[in-house]
């Protein structure tokens, strides 16, 4: 196992509603990267963390925030779910945020709003 | 275009086959490159990493070719466990954010 935990595992919202969604890094990693899977695509990079400080963004509109610990656990925050939210969520941990490293994936958690 | 590139598949193959996969990356500035695996509706899981030199782990040879600007994964003596879906996943700096190809299925049948 990756040492990389997520909660909750399952989650169903309605449209409109918001959503906190948890992640443990693994031990000695202070970098946490989300990721969104849509069913039958890759994982699509929504957001990095390093050392508590936002590092980097992909195309994913301002409703989808984030939060990193000093203890490096991180929240995934969407606002005013649309249904094309509905998806597996993937945190990712890795060393440092600066150098291309091997990210460790946690079990995700399914997202799906109604 | 998209920064990565897979066949989806599926690559359906009998157990003992040998199976390659191919992908392709847009960006050549592209720094470090991975093979991970998924399972239905689980995580990915890294597999292997890929170097210019070629490297192999077991039934497992990834190989990597930056003038073409291409990965490839081969699977020798493939098991029915080896079925699975095989993520190509380049990276690259001032950040250390993934992009990941849609994936190839494969189906290993007895």
């Known amino acids: 196992e990756t040492g990389v935990t997520q909660s909750p595992t399952h989650l169903i919202k309605t449209r409109g509603q918001q959503v906190t969604l948890r992640c443990s890094s693994q031990?000695?990693?202070?970098?946490v990267s989300w990721y969104q899977q849509a069913l039958g695509q890759g994982p699509q990079f929504i957001f990095q963390?390093?050392?508590?400080?936002?590092?980097g963004r992909g195309n994913f509109p301002p409703r989808f925030s984030g939060l990193q610990f000093p203890n490096y656990s991180s929240e995934l925050n969407v606002n005013a779910l649309e249904l094309d939210d509905s998806a597996l969520y993937l945190c990712?941990?890795?060393?440092?945020?600066?150098?291309?490293?091997?990210?460790?994936f946690g079990p995700g958690t399914r997202l799906t709003v109604l | 275009r998209k920064e990565v590139e897979q066949d989806p598949g599926p690559f359906n193959v009998p157990e003992g086959a040998t199976v390659a996969f191919n992908c392709t990356y847009s960006?050549?500035?592209?720094?470090?490159f991975f093979w991970y695996r998924q399972d239905c509706r689980k995580e990915p899981k890294l597999l292997m990493s890929?170097?210019?030199s070629g490297n192999e782990d077991g039934r497992f040879t990834a190989q990597l070719n930056r003038a073409s600007q291409y990965i490839s994964l081969l699977i020798r003596d493939s098991k029915l466990s080896d079925s699975a879906t095989y993520l190509c996943?380049?990276?690259?700096?001032?950040?250390?954010?993934?992009?990941f190809g849609s994936g190839t299925k494969l189906n290993v049948k007895p």
């Open positions: 990712a941990s890795s060393l440092g945020g600066t150098t291309p490293d091997t990210q460790y």
């Open positions: 963390y390093y050392r508590e400080e936002e590092n």
């Open positions: 031990s000695g990693h202070n970098t």
């Open positions: 890929v170097y210019s």
């Open positions: 996943v380049v990276n690259r700096l001032p950040i250390n954010k993934f992009y």
């Open positions: 960006n050549s500035a592209s720094q470090s």
